[in-house]
């Protein structure tokens, strides 16, 4: 029973410009949702985060937007850069465990 | 700092047989987390410790399935009789306290890929 799910298993962009993100969850106790990077052969590390109280954070080129009414959030990278290619796990937590999508593979092309 | 370190970084076993996965979380924090990873899908949660307690073992697939914790420090999953259903990367957070995860920060260390043949 996959409680977050991200639907688009990959992403392709062009250097410069903005990359979208998207999740979904179904759990109504979830609380808290963070945006997890990883690149090969390392562990995720974390990205960005938001509470369910707010609708939209903001860190540098990266945004979170939740939208509760929908379970819907996403993650915005503007400008893409070459870097930013990797794999990006949604999570989302009502207490302590994680639970993660699927990952969506992003490649920045030059 | 040093993150979290897992050890052996590849696992390859036969079925039957039994392994262990090692991690060293960050120094100081109390809370400690397995997951796994299988082939396309995201982590699923396994074992929350706090301290050298386990008060969350709800997603340990199976009594084969086993984990401790000592001196607030290193954890060790063991895995009985391996089946081939159980080849995935498996990966280690820790956080500094509560283990709120959402606003205690979840720090992973880079897994181990177990292959059971």
């Known amino acids: 029973d996959q409680q977050v799910k991200q639907n688009s298993p990959s992403l392709s962009v062009q250097e410069g410009r903005i990359s979208i993100l998207n999740c979904d969850y179904t759990n109504s106790m979830f609380d808290y949702f963070l945006w997890y990077k990883k690149y090969p052969a390392e562990g995720p590390t974390f990205l960005i985060s938001?509470?369910?109280?707010?609708d939209k954070n903001e860190d540098g080129r990266f945004t979170v937007f939740l939208n509760k009414s929908a379970k819907h959030l996403s993650l915005h990278i503007v400008p893409s850069q070459p870097g930013d290619s990797a794999v990006y796990f949604c999570a989302a937590t009502g207490d302590y465990k994680l639970s993660f999508g699927a990952g969506t593979t992003v490649t920045v092309r030059a | 700092g040093a993150g979290v370190s897992q050890s052996p970084s590849n696992k390859v076993t036969e079925k039957g047989k039994d392994v262990e996965l090692r991690c060293d979380p960050i120094?100081?924090?109390?809370?400690l987390y397995w997951y796994r990873q299988r082939l396309g899908q995201g982590l699923e949660f396994l074992i929350y410790?706090?301290?050298?307690?386990?008060?969350?073992k709800s997603g340990l697939p199976s009594d084969r399935f086993s984990a401790e914790r000592t001196g607030e420090s290193v954890s060790t999953l063991t895995i009985q009789r391996t089946q081939q259903e159980d080849s995935a990367v498996y990966l280690c957070?820790?956080?500094?306290?509560?283990?709120?995860?959402?606003?205690?920060?979840?720090?992973f260390g880079p897994g181990t890929r177990l292959t059971v043949l």
């Open positions: 938001i509470s369910s109280i707010k």
């Open positions: 957070a820790s956080s500094l306290a509560s283990g709120r995860g959402g606003t205690d920060t979840q720090y």
């Open positions: 120094s100081g924090h109390t809370a």
């Open positions: 410790f706090q301290g050298n307690s386990a008060p969350d």
